[in-house]
């Protein structure tokens, strides 16, 4: 049944006296309570992982670093299950990124994540830019994957995605919107996916495109107020600032879910426990009426549920809206005991955000036998190196010369001259996903990010993820010459500072080090790889399209500059750097040594 909005009607002060009472068919519909969770950007993480809470652990309240386990897909199937039962209508809902970043997606190409979000049975999710990471067919196969199970067939959903002619998502792949009846209302969900950065940065087939995000938005909303339907969420992957710039662009707007950025919305009480939120969840914004707006987001990798509580009035517009951000940790705590460990739970007791919860039995069950084959798929040869690929953090002898764990690295001349052949190979391979994925000229990659050397013979998955252990991702930064050298300097100067971990390697850019030299002079002779393959000096006024991890992008390890790129500069492409190296040796099945002239040390000279 149709619900059209009710005008307002103006009545005279006489005639209302004479009618004496309000007729039952103007009487006002009555509130209209809605729950929404929400999760976006889990990126085939399906585990739980490792994290560290500051909770207070004395009767004074001193914060101790914790070790939890936090998020893992069954743990969001719980808690779905569980906040469902505290409302009557209710709406399961996934920002989109569902898929790449972790090895149960290089395994499985998506079916693994597929069958835990059936576990869930998500009334809409929205597409993604990483849906696209395998072209049109790539999307296609997941959806067909998502739909394989009897009981469940999750919307796919994007307004503003115009397929090529014979495209192999179909016209049933993906659609605009979808409506949804809760408790005799009708609820339109509109989808949208991250325009330029789908185009640009994952790879959708040519002739695919992605048209502009606030015109398909505000169609499909005329639309379905066309239909009498007053209650209008916008499913996004367009990140939590665009979210709250395109509410202000927009009319009939109610509600925006959102993903993309991996934002964590929260009370500021949060950074009492080590967490960062960076606003309010849920944000409350207003369209381009004036009306309200709530926005939500909700992390990323399996590790937050979203609980966005809205009321409607009897006209479909906003009246309230609130909730709460549930962090999922298991009930562990370090090694805590006693009273400490008393303290912590009681800390814990105290911030509703942080939500212990126990992973669903059927979900882990699911996730075990995914689990298996990642266990024996870590196994499996990849590459065969031609000899001992060295680890070395810094070239010279004085500052890392007993880094390598392999008979002869320490000694050898080359290493000792132009630095670690491993951390140089890393250093390609982001390059080369670079240029797969929105185009690179140069990477960057910190010296300390590369943990263990490769030893001659078999590499195994396995080895590839030793050899890059952490959850760090690529992001593509928009640099100047002069930005590059500066980046270049500040790693130069934590490294004179002590912290060796920070000395750069680097594809498509090769420099000489004197650090006898000072502050801001220590890089000379900085050569950019064209094109072409020709070294020619870096422009400092030129533009270059740099890849790099996500760690050293936010200005860690002490690279100052990077951490000042933002905005349209920065480009969080959310790939796992561990899959960029697995993906390079799948490509290059013999592992050597780079060549010399590729190096990006050529020349180094350390202090005396």
């Known amino acids: 049944m149709n619900h059209a909005v009710i005008p307002a009607v103006a009545v005279l002060a006489g005639a209302l006296a004479l009618a004496g009472c309000i007729s039952d068919s103007d009487t006002p519909k009555p509130d209209f309570p809605l729950a929404i969770l929400h999760i976006n950007d889990h990126h085939s993480n399906l585990d739980e992982a490792s994290a ?125 919107a979808v409506v949804i009846e809760r408790g005799g209302e009708r609820i339109g969900i509109i989808g949208l996916t991250i325009a330029d950065k789908t185009q640009n940065a994952s790879r959708p087939d040519p002739g695919t495109r992605l048209l502009d995000e606030r015109e398909a938005a505000q169609r499909e909303i005329d639309r379905l107020h066309a239909q009498g339907i007053d209650k209008i969420v916008l499913l996004t992957h367009m990140g939590y600032a665009q979210d709250q710039a395109l509410a202000a662009q927009l009319s009939g707007v109610d509600v925006i879910v959102g993903g993309d950025s991996h934002s964590l919305l929260g009370d500021d009480s949060l950074r009492d426990y080590g967490l960062s939120p960076v606003g309010a969840y849920p944000t409350v914004a207003a369209d381009k009426d004036g009306n309200t707006v709530c926005i939500a987001q909700a992390w990323q990798y399996s590790a937050v549920v979203g609980e966005l509580e809205v009321v409607f009035d009897g006209r479909g517009k906003v009246k309230s809206c609130g909730g709460q951000p549930h962090v999922l940790i298991g009930s562990t705590l370090g090694t805590l005991s006693g009273d400490a460990l008393t303290f912590a739970q009681a800390d814990l007791a105290r911030q509703p955000a942080l939500r212990v919860t126990a992973p669903n039995a059927q979900a ?54 132009h630095g670690g052949d491993v951390q140089q190979l890393v250093a390609e391979a982001f390059l080369r996903q670079g240029q797969r994925f929105g185009g690179a000229d140069i990477s960057l990659q910190n010296g300390g990010g590369v943990r263990v ?57 090769r420099w000489q080090v004197d650090l006898r030299q000072p502050r801001g002079s220590r890089i000379s002779a900085l050569e950019h790889r064209n094109a072409g393959g020709s070294w020619v000096a870096l422009d400092d006024s030129a533009r270059y399209r740099v890849i790099t991890n996500d760690f050293i992008a936010d200005g860690q390890d002490g690279y100052t500059t990077l951490g000042t790129i933002s905005g349209e500069r920065r480009t969080d492409t959310f790939l796992a750097y561990a899959d960029a190296f697995l993906r390079y040796a799948l490509d290059n099945p013999v592992l050597a040594r780079p060549a010399t002239a590729d190096f990006s040390t050529q020349v180094f000279i350390d202090t005396p």
């Not at 290089?106 to 999710?125: P, R, Y």
């Not at 031609?386 to 880094?403: E, F, H, I, K, W």
């Not at 252990?469 to 790693?491: C, W, Y």
């Not at 490294?495 to 971990?501: L, W």
Request: charged fraction near 20%.
């Open 52 to 176: 560290t809470l500051r909770l207070a652990t004395d009767a004074s309240g001193t914060r101790s670093n914790v070790s939890v386990g936090m998020g893992g897909f069954p743990r969001v199937v719980t808690a779905i299950d569980e906040l469902a039962t505290r409302h009557g209508n209710v709406l399961k809902l996934h920002a989109g990124d569902a898929i790449t970043g972790t090895l149960y997606y290089t395994l499985t190409e998506g079916k693994s994540d597929a069958d835990l979000m059936n576990e869930v049975c998500f009334d809409a999710m929205a597409v993604g830019n990483h849906e696209f990471d395998a072209g049109d067919a790539g999307l296609r196969s997941f959806i067909d994957d998502l739909w394989a199970s009897p009981t469940c067939r999750t919307p796919l959903l994007s307004a503003n995605l115009s397929l090529r002619a014979g495209s192999p998502i179909g016209s049933d792949g993906v659609r605009p």
């Open 453 to 509: 050397d490769l030893a001659m013979g078999t590499v195994t998955v396995g080895n590839i993820y030793t050899v890059l252990p952490f959850k760090n991702t690529l992001v593509a930064l928009d640099m100047s010459g002069a930005e590059i050298r500066a980046a270049l300097e500040d790693a130069m100067q934590s490294v004179v500072a002590g912290n060796t971990g920070s000395y750069p390697y680097a594809g498509a850019l």
């Open 364 to 417: 882990a069950s699911v996730l075990a036998d995914y689990t298996r084959q990642v266990t024996d798929f870590g196994a499996e040869p990849v590459a065969n190196a031609q000899t001992n690929l060295c680890l070395r953090r810094v070239p010279g002898t004085a500052r890392d010369g007993s880094r390598s764990r392999l008979a002869g690295c320490n000694d050898d001349p080359h290493v000792i001259a």
